[in-house]
């Protein structure tokens, strides 16, 4: 009997254990929030191998989260994976601010718009009436400007950066969430999805990421099935499996402790 329980345990155990590791759920932080699944992942709510890593979001307050270590947390306002779009809102409500100190270089992703090079300026008094200052990074004494880099700087003006940007400020661009779009590039997956494919990791245990299409593929990724909406018809039939294992391994094992019993009652009558 020991043997059968430890038959039942270790096959519950092991087939829940290998169910749980490699389902990849897509989840949301709220009812409409975004779809998030791979190359993104909820830290704590999917799997590591469900996320590449730079990838992680992170819900608050069922509002999904990006977050730069060069700048700080950033809403996530949409996710698209044909385009590899993420269109971002900055809590702040200053996409001059988010421009100016978030370095996307150190990070997977670059923005989705051209980019050209402005220079920020900080200057202590007010320049000509046809260059608007950033309202949210001005005050009375320090007036923020974004002018071409060939901008001849003013007595009055330091120059905080020149920098790569989408466009420069605008105050008629008044949705600030306007031009905040990154994209992202993974190694084997251009256009992955747009050509109907799902990019996933080629191997669970390395980071090498690829483009497999269940049409095309004869070897048909495991990994992929897992790391796709797929994944919870998987959850469902090793859940099945499991369910069936235990079943019988208790049929067996009772069969076998009835013999036993039956033996030893016999014996006993003798
Ligand atoms: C999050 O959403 C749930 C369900 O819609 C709601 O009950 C809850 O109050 C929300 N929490 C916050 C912090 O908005
Ligand atoms: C911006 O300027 C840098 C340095 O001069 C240059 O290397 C880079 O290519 C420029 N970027 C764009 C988008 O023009
Ligand atoms: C502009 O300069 C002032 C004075 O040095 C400083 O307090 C302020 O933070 C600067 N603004 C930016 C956006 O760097």
């Given at each position: 009997?020991?043997?059968?329980?430890?038959?039942?345990?270790f096959?519950?155990?092991?087939?829940?254990?290998?169910?749980?590791?490699?389902?990849?759920?897509t989840?949301?932080?709220?009812?409409?929030?975004?779809?998030?699944?791979?190359?993104?992942?909820?830290?704590?709510?999917?799997?590591?191998?469900?996320?590449?890593?730079?990838?992680?979001?992170?819900c608050k307050?069922?509002?999904?989260?990006?977050?730069?270590?060069?700048?700080?947390?950033?809403?996530?306002?949409?996710?698209?994976?044909?385009f590899?779009k993420?269109?971002?809102l900055?809590?702040?409500?200053?996409?001059?601010?988010?421009?100016?100190?978030?370095?996307?270089?150190?990070?997977?992703?670059?923005?989705?718009?051209l980019?050209?090079?402005?220079?920020?300026?900080?200057?202590?008094?007010?320049?000509?009436?046809?260059?608007?200052?950033?309202?949210?990074?001005?005050?009375?004494?320090?007036?923020?400007?974004?002018?071409?880099?060939?901008?001849?700087?003013?007595?009055?003006?330091?120059?905080?950066?020149?920098?790569p940007?989408?466009?420069?400020y605008?105050?008629?661009?008044?949705?600030?969430?306007?031009?905040?779009?990154?994209?992202?590039?993974?190694?084997?997956?251009?256009?992955?999805e747009?050509?109907?494919?799902?990019?996933?990791f080629?191997?669970?245990e390395?980071?090498?990421?690829?483009?497999?299409?269940?049409?095309?593929?004869?070897?048909?990724?495991?990994?992929?099935?897992?790391?796709?909406?797929?994944?919870?018809?998987?959850?469902?039939i090793?859940?099945?499996?499991?369910?069936?294992?235990?079943?019988?391994?208790?049929?067996?094992?009772?069969?076998?402790?009835?013999?036993?019993?039956?033996?030893?009652e016999?014996?006993n009558?003798?």
């Amino acid at each position: 009997m020991d043997a059968c329980m430890f038959y039942i345990l270790f096959f519950s155990m092991f087939l829940t254990i290998k169910a749980l590791e490699s389902n990849c759920p897509t989840v949301k932080c709220s009812h409409d929030g975004p779809d998030i699944r791979f190359p993104f992942r909820v830290a704590g709510r999917q799997p590591q191998h469900c996320g590449q890593p730079g990838f992680d979001l992170v819900c608050k307050e069922n509002t999904t989260m990006i977050d730069f270590p060069s700048y700080g947390p950033l809403v996530v306002i949409s996710i698209s994976y044909d385009f590899r779009k993420l269109s971002l809102l900055d809590p702040k409500n200053c996409v001059h601010e988010v421009f100016l100190n978030l370095n996307p270089s150190g990070t997977p992703f670059r923005y989705y718009y051209l980019l050209k090079n402005f220079t920020y300026l900080n200057c202590s008094t007010r320049l000509s009436p046809s260059l608007n200052e950033v309202s949210c990074l001005s005050d009375s004494r320090n007036h923020v400007y974004t002018v071409e880099s060939s901008f001849h700087l003013p007595f009055s003006c330091r120059q905080l950066k020149t920098i790569p940007i989408p466009f420069s400020y605008s105050p008629y661009l008044a949705d600030n969430s306007f031009g905040l779009g990154l994209t992202w590039s993974l190694p084997g997956c251009e256009d992955c999805e747009s050509r109907g494919g799902s990019c996933v990791f080629q191997s669970k245990e390395g980071l090498k990421t690829g483009c497999p299409r269940i049409a095309q593929d004869k070897g048909f990724s495991v990994v992929h099935l897992l790391s796709s909406g797929t994944g919870s018809m998987i959850l469902i039939i090793l859940v099945f499996i499991f369910v069936m294992t235990t079943m019988i391994s208790i049929k067996v094992c009772f069969r076998q402790k009835l013999k036993v019993d039956k033996a030893a009652e016999n014996e006993n009558l003798l």
